[in-house]
C-alpha cells in the first residue's frame, strides 16, 4: 500500500474510536519490527521521527526502507517528522518524503507560533502533506530525543487552542493536558475536562496524545473515547529494545551480532503489538 497522510489515518480513527499508535523509530530494527507488528495485528501504523532521529537515519534512508518494506504490505503506514523544530526542518521532511510533519513552536509566544505553523501548513499542503502542531507545551519527565530538554508540563488553554487551530489551518493538534515525554516520575494525571473543553472548541480535528509511555491503558483509552485520534509512543520502545540488549550482553558472546539484535528486535515486535491493542487499531486496517 501506499504511504498515506496523518489526515487519512486520524479521521478514519476519530469516526472508528480508536487510535493510531505513532512509534518514534531508530533505526533498521525498529522499522522492521513496528511493521511487523502492525502487519500481523491488521492495524494502521505511523513511523515517526524527531529531527535528531532523522539526522541519525538520514531521511532519504528512512523513507527508502520504510516504503520498500510497506509496498509488500496490506496496512496503511504513515511516515511523520515528529517535533519539527523549525520551517526548514519541516520542509527538508518533505523533501524526503514524509507526508506528514509536526511543527512544534510551542514555547515560542502564542502569535509567533501561529504565523510559523501557518507558513508551514501553506508549504505543506501545497505539496499534499498534513501538519500537527503544538500549543500548550508537553513536558519532559526524562531524557528522550523528542521536544527540548525541560521540566515543565504545561496545560494547554482551550481558547488559545480554538484560535490556534482557527487561524493555522492545522490537521491535528498535539496539546498538553499533563502529559510528558520519557519515564513519568510518579502517575500522570491528565486533564481530561482541559481534554473536553479542547475538543469541543476545535472543530473536531484529530487530537494527539504525545508521551504515551507509562500512560495507564484506561486513561488511553478514556482520552480515545474524547477525541484523541493518535498516541506517540517514543520511550517504551527504547526501553525494550536496550533491556533486552543490556541481558543479552551480559551472557556468554559469540560475536555474532545477528543472534545478539534478534531478541532485541523481538522485544520491540512484542512491545508495539501490546500498544497496538492499548489503542484498539487491531483489526482496523
Ligand atoms: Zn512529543
Known sequence: MPIV???ELLVKAKAGHYAVPAFNTNNLEYIQAILQAASELHSPVILEAAKSEVDYM????????????VADLSIPVGIHLDHGPSYDEAIRAIHYGFKS?????????????IANTKAVVKAAHACGVTVEGEIGVIGQAANS?????????????????ERFVKETGIDCLAAGIGNAHGI???KPELHFDVLADIEKRVGGIPLVLHG?????????????????????FGTVMRKAFIEQLAIDIKGPMDWELMAL??????????????????VMSNGKA
Open 5 to 7: 497522510t496523518n489526515k
Open 58 to 69: 538520514g531521511g532519504h534512508t528512512f523513507v527508502g526502507i520504510v516504503r520498500s518494506i
Open 101 to 113: 510533519v509536526m511543527y512544534d513552536g510551542s514555547l515560542l509566544p502564542l502569535d509567533e507560533n
Open 145 to 161: 530525543p523528542e521536544g527540548a530538554k525541560h521540566d515543565m508540563i504545561g496545560i494547554a488553554d482551550p481558547v488559545q487552542c
Open 184 to 186: 513519568y516520575k510518579k
Open 212 to 232: 504515551g509511555t507509562g500512560i495507564p491503558e484506561e486513561d488511553l483509552r478514556k482520552a480515545i473515547t474524547m477525541g484523541v485520534s493518535k498516541i506517540n
Open 261 to 278: 539484535l534478534t531478541p532485541a528486535k523481538n522485544k520491540m515486535i512484542e512491545t508495539a503489538k501490546n500498544h497496538i491493542r492499548m
